[in-house]
């Protein structure tokens, strides 16, 4: 048996993490012994454990230590982290260290640094420009790259998850369609409220179904009033809302009539269509032709936004990004100053999103669908509040709240 001495410390008992780091020792074949252990006394308190983790060969034993490390485990003997260039483009060297979404530090020459840019499965690269560590995909290493290898010289600050007040601690429980709605929604709009006034911005990740269920008016009014700064969203949600302004129908349904229009289901291609003659969106609204709706009120208010493509798109509109790199980049640059993120009714821009935030940005998932917050939660975004309900009641409510109804 070959062993290595780990710590913890933090809120690891009142966050599970402790349990967490014993399961996975467990559960990759190794074993351990508590040979230190002191545990907090109050909710504010700070726990301690020093923990002998033994396995049946090296490699074994590094597999399960790269596993623990990102609860927050950390190898007794302190080292700098191992650095190995990249040796061609697009490709991370063997053994690269795969980050979490969770603060994360290195220690390089002795010294402790913050990684920037946190964001899951990416690699960490040291830049010898700035002396700076940041996270990096591997679309876009380049050759000579120094990459982080291994686990060791790397810390992570696991975000305390430990009892509080709030609708991003009561709520953190299986996804339900039975939990209070009316006080998350009072505590969503309050938070919003809170990163309005920061030097934070508000992102919405938005479906079609928000224009189908005739919701587009309740959006218009979050970004009038200044409670959206950032638009994730794909070109259905800008197609639809386009063709709500200039045909009035949503999928060829009359949205103040419920009825189907006669060819309505030629009015997404004719809306697009009209917006491909003008150039873009802006063009239009700038030539009097689109004068309602989400997107012309994101132009006319100066909503940041990333329209990302997918295989069936029809059309797309000029402002859609087709190339799914371009795209991520894109919404990498704006998620940086996020604070606040509120998906709504679309599974795979939620996902997307929630792969690019770090774990400290508070995250509510909107769907009738309750499989959509799970996905969240399974797939890293653990900080995500799945309500499940329909998008018009909750912007509707929300709107109330926020005393813009």
Not at 110 to 121: F, K, P, R, Y
Not at 250 to 268: C, F, K, N, Q, W
Not at 307 to 320: F, T
Not at 326 to 332: D, G, S, T, Y
């Amino acid at each position: 048996m070959v062993t290595e001495e780990i710590t913890l410390e933090g809120h690891i008992i009142d966050s599970l993490i402790l349990s967490k780091v014993l399961d996975d020792i467990l559960a990759y074949g190794a074993d351990f012994r508590i040979t230190e252990m002191r545990v907090g006394q109050t909710k504010d308190d700070r726990s301690f454990a020093r923990v002998e983790v033994s396995a049946d060969s090296p490699s074994a034993l590094s597999e399960v230590i790269s596993r623990i490390a990102r609860h927050g485990a950390i190898v007794k003997t302190a080292e700098d982290v191992r650095l190995v260039p990249a040796e061609q483009d697009g490709v991370f060297p063997e053994g690269f260290y795969s980050t979490t979404n969770q603060r994360t530090c290195v220690r390089y020459q002795g010294n402790w640094h913050d990684v920037l840019d946190q964001e899951m499965d990416c690699g960490i690269v040291f830049d010898k420009a700035t002396g700076q560590f940041r996270c990096v995909p591997v679309a876009d290493i380049k050759a000579g790259d120094l990459v982080v290898v291994g686990y060791r010289g790397v810390k992570v600050t696991p975000a305390a998850r430990g009892p509080k007040v709030g609708v991003f601690e009561f709520m953190s429980s299986a996804v339900s369609s039975e939990k209070p709605k009316n006080v998350a929604i009072k505590q969503i709009a309050d938070r919003m409220r809170q990163v309005r006034a920061s030097d934070k911005k508000i992102l919405l990740v938005g479906g079609p179904a928000i224009v189908h269920t005739g919701s587009a008016h309740h959006v218009v009014q979050l970004i009038e009033k200044g409670y959206i700064d950032v638009l994730f969203a794909g070109n259905a949600l800008a197609v639809h809302d386009i063709e709500q302004a200039l045909y009035g129908t949503s999928l060829g349904v009359y949205m103040d009539r419920a009825i189907p229009a006669e060819t309505g289901h030629e009015h997404h291609l004719r809306a697009i269509n009209t917006i491909r003659r003008y150039g873009s969106i802006r063009a239009a609204i700038e030539a009097g032709v689109l004068t309602t709706g989400i997107m012309h009120a994101v132009i006319r208010h100066g909503v940041e936004f990333v329209l990302a493509g997918s295989i069936r798109d029809d059309g797309p509109l000029p402002e859609v990004i087709t190339d799914t790199l371009v795209a991520q980049a894109a919404m990498r640059a704006h998620v940086r100053s996020v604070g606040f993120a509120l998906m709504i009714a679309t599974t795979l821009h939620s996902v997307a999103t929630g792969n690019l935030l770090p774990a400290d940005v508070p995250v509510v998932c909107v769907d009738i669908n309750p499989a959509v917050a799970t996905k969240l939660a399974d797939r890293g975004s653990f900080q995500t509040v799945g309500l499940v309900t329909d998008v018009e009641p909750f912007l509707r409510e929300l709107l109330a709240e926020l005393d813009l109804a």
